[in-house]
């Protein structure tokens, strides 16, 4: 089995980078593409950079290139849901792109037109193991629900209130809808696992900068007791 691992921040990768025996490197759509063993795994490590487009097509060059079986998103996000604070874990099992808006042709927000799904579900063998990976850890708390995809940074309560209520979100992020979509569209299993690094509300910025090492941290620590079980 070959996973792909992406992360959109240099941040969110470095960990692994820095655990993984690379035996081949691809440069492709300016990014590098990091091709070995990980903690025992034969994985592919890449930073996609930030947002959906740049996500998409490091998801869909891992589909091609690298022919891999799994697809693994982590890294940080903004909490959503009333009980999601900094450090905590959600563990994705679907996804919406909140940014879509098609409400004028009569579909609901977040309906991607002609598309066979509403939302994108994750793969639920992948989900457990997540699961299990976090029980594994003390030190954060975790959740297990809808994670929501813009190109946005939110730090506006009232839009997470609306995230909240219109899609019942947990977090919200800029890459893994679009992760999963194409995921669905390759028949591929994936999931999303996100740790919260701010509440995506006024003072997201600053909470962002403050709890982002330790949302990382989490993210990581869950994505090796997860990788130890497959």
């Not at 730090?155 to 919200?172: G, H, M, V, Y």
């Amino acid at each position: 089995m070959k996973i792909g691992i992406i992360g959109a921040m240099d941040e969110e990768v470095a960990p692994l980078l820095e655990e993984l025996k690379v035996k081949k490197k691809l440069v492709k759509a300016q990014m590098e593409f990091n091709e070995g063993t990980l903690w025992e795994k034969d994985v592919v490590v890449v930073r996609s950079g930030i947002g959906k487009v740049n996500a998409a097509v490091c998801a869909q060059i891992l589909v091609d290139d690298f022919q891999v079986d799994v697809l693994i998103n982590v890294g940080v996000a903004g909490g959503v849901g009333e009980e999601v604070y900094p450090g905590d874990v959600v563990i994705g099992d679907s996804l919406i792109q909140h940014d879509i808006d098609a409400s004028a042709f009569g579909e609901k927000l977040g309906q991607i037109p002609r598309m066979d799904v509403f939302d994108f579900e994750c793969d639920k063998t992948l989900v457990e193991k997540a699961k299990d990976a976090c029980n594994k850890m003390n030190e954060c708390k975790s959740f297990v629900g809808r994670i929501v995809t813009g190109d946005q940074f939110i730090a506006d309560p009232e839009k997470i209130r609306w995230l909240n209520k219109e899609f019942s979100a947990l977090t919200c992020e800029m890459e893994g809808g679009s992760i999963a979509q194409v995921c669905h569209l390759n028949n591929i299993p994936f999931v999303v696992i996100r740790s919260a690094s701010d509440n995506a509300n006024n003072g997201a910025h600053i909470e962002y900068e403050k709890f982002k090492p330790i949302a990382v941290k989490n993210s990581v620590n869950i994505l090796k007791n997860m990788l130890e079980t497959m």
